[in-house]
T-cell receptor, first 113, second 114 residues
């Protein structure tokens, strides 16, 4: 079975500050890991994903995430927050079964001016 | 190229009423999915389809039915709506259904059941 835990349902940072959104996963098979972003009143869109190979994955809009197998983590970071980054972020895992992806409960990111 | 579209955007139902949500994709994807999104619970898979004419149950299928008569369309039906079905519904599609594949989401349908 697979599961995802996102630590912190709401994170608030100042514009220009580091963004760190935490995600831990559980998987009995090698995982594929995703971060999706949902802007207000929109559907989800892929930010980045880890499949195999390099453990540091770069995504759109300056975000990146590092797959750490020993810590079962896939935290999302961005060096400098921008007002346009305000959105809800979902971590997700798949791997054991085609067509099935498990989403975390989401983290809402707010940016303070 | 519209991607994934959903109809309607918002609907209010009374308990016991029925309705159908329509999802359409123009990317020629084989796989389509219906999710519901509830506060603090992320997205949960209701039903999915691996191709035209096929459907399968997801994590929370009770109270819903689906049909995939055409490859580009995936319909989600509520035969007798209940307040517990108040949610935001998202449709998604994928080309192959492989575990590492990106899913493409529609903008969502907000459903309120009174």
């Amino acid at each position: 079975a697979q599961s995802v835990t996102q630590l912190g349902s709401h994170v608030s940072v100042s514009e220009g500050a580091l963004v760190l959104l935490r995600c831990n996963y559980s998987s009995s098979v090698p995982p594929y890991l995703f971060w999706y972003v949902q802007y207000p009143n929109q559907g989800l869109q892929l930010l980045l994903k880890y499949t195999t190979g390099a453990t540091l994955v770069k995504g759109i809009n300056g975000f990146e995430a590092e797959f750490k197998k020993s810590e079962t983590s896939f935290h999302l970071t961005k060096p400098s927050a921008h007002m346009s980054d305000a959105a809800e972020y979902f971590c997700a895992v798949s791997g054991s079964s085609a067509s099935k992806i498990i989403f975390g409960s989401g983290t809402r990111l707010s940016i303070r001016p | 190229n519209a991607g994934v579209t959903q109809t309607p955007k918002f609907r209010v139902l009374k308990t016991g009423q029925s309705m159908t949500l329509l999802c359409a994709q123009d990317m020629n994807h084989e796989y389509m999915y219906w999710y519901r999104q509830d506060p603090g619970m992320g997205l949960r898979l209701i039903h999915y389809s691996v191709g035209e004419g096929t459907t399968a149950k997801g994590e929370v299928p009770d109270g819903y039915n689906v049909s995939r008569l055409k490859k580009q369309n995936f319909l989600l039906g509520l035969e007798s709506a209940a307040p517990s079905q108040t949610s935001v519904y998202f449709c998604a599609s994928g080309r192959t259904g492989m575990s590492q594949e990106t899913q493409y989401f529609g903008p969502g349908t907000r459903l309120l059941v009174l």
